[in-house]
């Protein structure tokens, strides 16, 4: 897998280059109103849309990400599709942090590069403050990507090796036409070093110089200093150390309150989601399943799997440890490749029932303020009215157009032997 410069080169800030213009003959009342034109349709791209609802800065609708599977020598054809993201919808509102859980391979980080457009969605609609963010192109797009800034996983593969701190950030802020002024940029990079808590000093050194967490520290500078107003941090304390990691959230929600920034959090520990995030979403399988108030979620899963996660979550109380049931899901995550139709979880959900389950996607839906579920007996469920039952570990075969038919015939085959009464 590429690191992030291979996608999108040390910054997440990509300067486009305008095509050349063509001068033409032109009276002084055409060319008002070409400039006049001109500045509304960049502003269109920078400023908040008037039709803009309530407080909400990001709105997603029917996401989805699809990457081709080719195959071929001279000519490459596409067999099939990878599910990475398959219709997510939601809202994420200005000043708050939106987590986002699920395990590896749901579909979590290519949610995240999608709303920034680093990989391009398929089909939906991404809403920047209004602004539709597919449509934009060119100029429009990078003006608006100021707003919009990314830290990575990984601090060390993110960072530009042959580059200091200093050129680092400097980096985003001549793609964007703000260092003009040289001891201007030099005192809002010492600032943008302070808030993170870094000393001056380090603008001179190199990423492999840092610890860890200073390095992921230099990542939010980087966002920092170009004033987003968004910032999706990709499991952005899943390389640290515990005590490194405390120090990390209390920097981003420090900055929060004084910058009153928008965090979307993407992670798979729970714990860390409960700690910094206002709202939870919870994605299977390119989906998302369920969403709700950090506390309401954690107190009261509704979704099978919402229940089969937080049951993973240990508690510091032995006795409570010990009487709680914890509940083990059998079998592995499908292939995004090849996702089991109906509800997307029903293989390996100990609530599945014979009607509907294995037939129609659940859409989500609110079932009290705020909580949104996708399963069609969540009510039932939450009731008593549906028990726990024992799944069997389900063998699925491999699809034909990514394995091939040889591949395919060899899986039946032991398929055969191994299911009950197979010769």
């Known amino acids: 897998m590429s690191s992030p410069e ?6 997440t800030t990509e300067t486009a280059e305008a095509g050349p213009i063509k001068s033409n003959q032109v009276s002084e009342g055409d060319a008002a109103h070409a400039a006049a034109s001109a500045e509304a349709t960049s502003a269109e791209a920078t400023e908040p849309a008037e039709e803009a609802a309530g407080d909400v800065l990001v709105r997603v609708e029917d996401l989805k990400v699809h990457f081709p599977i080719k195959r071929g020598i001279l000519l490459d054809r596409t067999v099939g599709y990878v599910y990475a993201v ?22 979590k980080s290519t949610l995240g590069r999608g709303l920034l ?29 100021r707003r919009m800034q990314m830290v990575f996983q990984d601090p060390l593969s993110s960072l530009d090796p042959r580059q200091t701190v200093e050129s680092i950030l400097v980096e985003g802020l001549k793609a964007h036409n703000l260092a ?19 000393p001056t000093g380090a603008l001179r050194r190199y990423p492999h110089e840092f610890s860890g967490g200073q390095r992921q520290r230099i990542g939010i500078a980087r966002c920092l200093v170009l004033e987003p107003d ?3 941090a990709d499991e952005p304390v899943s390389a640290l150390d515990v005590s490194i990691q405390a120090q990390v959230l209390n920097l981003l929600e420090e900055l929060q309150r004084e910058r009153g920034l928008t965090y979307l959090v993407i992670a798979h520990d729970l714990a860390v989601v409960r700690h910094i995030s206002d709202i939870v979403g919870v994605m299977y399988l390119g989906g ?59 293989t390996r959900c100990p609530w599945r029932q014979e009607t509907r389950c ?20 969540a009510e039932d469920i939450a009731t008593g009215r549906i028990s726990p039952h024992e799944v069997a570990a389900e063998l699925v075969p491999a699809h034909e157009t990514l394995a091939g038919p040889s591949v395919t015939q060899e899986t039946a085959e032991i398929a055969g032997t191994l299911r009950p009464g197979g010769d």
């Open 358 to 377: 294995h037939e129609e996607r659940p859409a989500l839906r609110e079932l009290s303020p705020g909580h949104r579920v996708a399963c069609h007996w």
């Open 180 to 198: 003009r002024d040289s001891a201007q940029v030099g005192r809002k990079l010492r600032e943008t070093l302070d808030a993170v808590g870094l």
């Open 288 to 346: 998302l399943v369920e969403e709700a108030p950090s506390d309401q979620l954690y107190a009261e899963p509704l979704h099978p799997y919402t229940k089969a996660l937080m049951s993973a979550v240990p508690v510091p109380d032995p006795v409570v440890e010990d009487q709680r049931e914890r509940i083990l899901l059998v079998g592995d995550l499908p292939s995004p490749a090849n996702p089991p139709a109906g509800c997307r979880f029903h």
């Open 6 to 11: 291979d996608t999108i080169g040390p910054s």
């Open 230 to 232: 968004l910032i999706i």
């Open 117 to 145: 457009r680093l990989v391009e969605p398929t089909g939906g609609e991404i809403f920047f403050d209004g602004i539709p963010v597919r449509h934009l192109k060119g100029e429009q797009l990078r003006r608006l990507r």
């Open 86 to 107: 398959d219709g997510v919808s939601l809202n994420i509102q200005r000043g708050t942090t939106y987590g986002l859980v699920g395990e590896s391979g749901c579909g």
